[in-house]
């Protein structure tokens, strides 16, 4: 199974678009993860994707009407010939009826679409726990995950060690991977080759190699991996300042050397 590893624009905002393609695909990775392109810049946006042979994972967030959002944005999405789509979908306030019935809606429509739509474990989200999205898995045979642990690790308040079985069934249905570090405190720490933050980078690598070995024995052919680090606002500042305490894109560039060093050994 092939690791393949997007780089996410988020965060490059202040550069060109056409900066921002070039920059990535100079650095090696195979594909970008946005949101899609304002109307505005999407001939641009086509076009920049063809230019440098990157593949695109569309980024898809539901609201107001969140089962007609989101078939509207996933129809969007496969004019861009999106290989994934990775989905901010429902909300974490709405009862749990209706989010069984918006996820089993959205499965009907990643079945019209024929495009692997994973559904994030973001906060603000029907999936920001453990819990929840056990549940939601367990009634909804279909349904996949994005999994971004981080913001479990935020929400729970820990490294999920009490989490094991409900770890082990989001693993297994997880078919994209952010592979942001969160810790106790927070969904994202300061740099992840800090020391002072080596269990929990062990924590998520983990959970990341699972998922890696889960998708190669159900037969995947590939697994795309974002190394989503934020921009402040996710990244810790300097007081008074605002200045980043570390820099955006050598954390990410961090990461991905990381992932491709312990590729072949989570495998194994």
């Known amino acids: 199974m092939k690791l393949k590893i997007f780089k996410a624009l988020w965060g490059m905002e202040r550069l060109p678009l056409e900066q921002q393609f070039k920059q990535i695909s100079e650095a090696g990775y195979a594909g970008i993860e946005s949101p899609m ?68 809606h959205a499965v009907n429509v990643e079945r ?21 999205t056990e549940q939601l ?14 913001h479990w690790c935020c929400v729970c308040e820990s490294l999920l060690e009490d989490q094991g079985p409900r770890m082990q069934i989001a693993s297994k249905r997880a078919i994209h991977v952010h592979s942001r570090v969160g810790y106790q405190e927070g969904p994202q ?21 699972d998922i890696a070995r889960s998708r190669r024995d159900q037969g995947a052919e590939s697994l ?21 305490v570390s820099d955006l894109w050598e954390v990410c560039l961090w990461m991905k050397g990381y992932l ?9």
């Open 37 to 104: 392109p304002e109307p505005a810049n999407e001939t641009l946006f086509r076009n920049l994707l063809a230019q440098y042979g990157l593949e695109y994972s569309a980024m898809v967030f539901t609201g107001g009407d969140h089962k007609q959002s989101f078939k509207e944005q996933v129809e969007r999405a496969a004019t861009f010939s999106a290989v994934m789509i990775n989905a901010h979908s429902s909300k974490d306030d709405a009862p749990y009826e209706q989010q069984l019935d918006f996820y089993r």
């Open 112 to 132: 019209e679409a024929g495009i692997p739509i994973a559904h994030e474990t973001h906060r603000g989200r029907a999936m920001f726990t453990p819990w929840v």
């Open 137 to 150: 898995l367990k009634d909804v045979p279909e349904l996949s995950i994005c999994a971004d642990f981080s």
């Open 189 to 209: 720490v300061n740099h992840p080759a800090a020391p002072e933050h080596a269990a929990a980078l062990a924590a998520h690598s983990a959970w990341w190699r």
């Open 224 to 244: 795309i991996i974002v190394p989503e680090f934020g921009p402040p606002g996710y990244l810790q500042t300097l007081p008074f300042t605002n200045v980043p």
């Open 260 to 268: 491709e060093r312990h590729w072949d050994e989570w495998l194994a």
